[in-house]
């Protein structure tokens, strides 16, 4: 199931576990980043949370949790190579996994129809 935010993250859920990124959208918003600061893994989050936080040439942004939940992983490689993030931030590119406190929440997200329209 992939779920999208009005803040810009996609979540791919499987068993409760989401896997979280920035969308095209965003990295094309952004430009090229230069650095990635991602949570800490066992840190519990709570819906609209900062997350993590990206910086590229032009600004720098806050990445926010999108549901209740506790970091089981996080995705180091883009930590030593933001690059990896603008090449593929839907795949190769995700920032942390998140065990959902509640994963029927994630219902209420927005699907890919719904967050297309608002990025129009």
């Known amino acids: 199931m992939l779920k999208y935010t009005e803040d810009h993250e996609w ?9 979280v990124g920035i969308t095209n959208h965003a990295v094309e918003q952004l430009g090229d980043l230069v650095f990635v600061d991602l949570p800490q893994v066992g840190a519990t ?4 949370d900062s ?3 990206v910086e590229s040439v032009k600004a720098a942004s806050d990445v926010y949790c999108p549901l209740d939940g506790e970091v089981l992983e996080v995705n180091e490689a883009i ?4 690059a990896v993030v603008n090449a593929d931030p839907q795949g ?15 219902e ?8 297309l329209a608002l990025v129009g």
């Not at 989050?45 to 609209?48: D, E, F, I, K, T």
């Open 79 to 82: 930590v030593s190579d933001p």
């Open 11 to 19: 979540l791919s859920i499987a068993d409760g576990i989401a896997t």
């Open 92 to 106: 190769a590119g995700w920032f942390y996994k998140l065990k959902l406190a509640n994963p029927a929440e994630a």
């Open 45 to 48: 989050l709570a819906r609209n």
């Open 108 to 115: 209420a997200l927005m699907d890919e129809a719904a967050y």
């Open 51 to 53: 997350a993590a936080t």
